[in-house]
């Protein structure tokens, strides 16, 4: 199982971006997804989170400016982000609870990353 994460890249402070995650390999169920920031010289942080039931939760700095979608069919999490700011930049990672298999546990993926730069 790969999560695949794109979308990333330079932004003047203001602007959009819209980035993606897909899911492949061996997949049986995707329960919940979401979407985690790394700023530099910080911890990973909480960004939102999508149920498999389409319940989204976000972090009170995106509220209003980001808004994360999923698409079952294509096995995918978006994450459309509009008025980004310069606290914005990061290493984007997305992640997902999946069960590869019949009778297996959920496990926890992670994707490598997308970095996105808001320039002020």
């Known amino acids: 199982v790969q999560l695949q994460a794109s979308g990333g890249g330079l932004v003047q402070s203001g602007g959009s971006l819209r980035l993606s995650c897909a899911a492949s390999g061996s997949i049986v169920s995707i329960n919940a997804m979401g979407w985690y920031r790394q700023a530099p010289g910080k911890q990973r942080e909480f960004v939102a989170r999508i149920s498999s039931s389409g319940s989204e939760t976000y972090t009170d700095s995106v509220k209003g400016r980001f808004t994360i979608s999923r698409d079952n069919a294509k096995k995918s999490v978006y994450l459309q982000m509009s008025s980004l700011k310069s606290e914005d930049t990061a290493v984007y990672y997305c992640?997902?609870?999946?069960?590869?298999?019949?009778?297996?546990?959920?496990?926890?993926?992670w994707g490598q990353g997308t970095l996105v730069t808001v320039s002020s």
């Open positions: 992640n997902a609870g999946i069960r590869w298999r019949q009778g297996a546990a959920e496990s926890l993926y």
